[in-house]
Nanobody, 116 residues
Framework: QVQLVESGGGLVQPGGSLRLSCAAS????????IGWFRQAPGKEREGVSC????????YYADSVKGRFTIYRDNAKNTVYLQMNSLKPEDTAVYYC?????????WGQGTQVTVSS
């Protein structure tokens, strides 16, 4: 059974860092473009970052550009999201996802809370 599992969330002070992991079982992640999304309470889910399957091209939302970095470790079948200079507005549940027609697949999410 295909499964995505996010981990690495937690409580961090403003300005701090976290590294989120998206680990897969039942599929090889480097065959797919992988996206990170987040959903804050009362808000719609939004795209944060993604990495292509082919050449590792990355994309970042303007709100995280320069602070977040997405990368793969194919040996571990894991995609990471390194988050630096965290702000209270980064507080959300973070999800990783991939698309295989005809649908998206999602992990269960990991909570990130940025607060002093």
């Amino acid at each position: 059974q295909v499964q995505l599992v996010e981990s690495g969330g937690g409580l961090v002070q403003p300005g701090g860092s976290l590294r989120l992991s998206c680990a897969a079982s039942g599929l090889t992640l480097d065959y797919y473009a992988i996206g990170w999304f987040r959903q804050a309470p009362g808000k719609e889910r939004e795209g944060v970052s993604c990495i292509s399957s082919s050449d590792g091209t990355t994309y970042y939302a303007d709100s995280v550009k320069g602070r977040f970095t997405i990368y793969r470790d194919n040996a571990k079948n894991t995609v990471y999201l390194q988050m630096n200079s965290l702000k209270p507005e980064d507080t959300a549940v973070y999800y990783c996802s991939y698309y295989q027609p005809p649908r998206d697949y999602w992990g269960q999410g990991t909570q990130v809370t940025v607060s002093s």
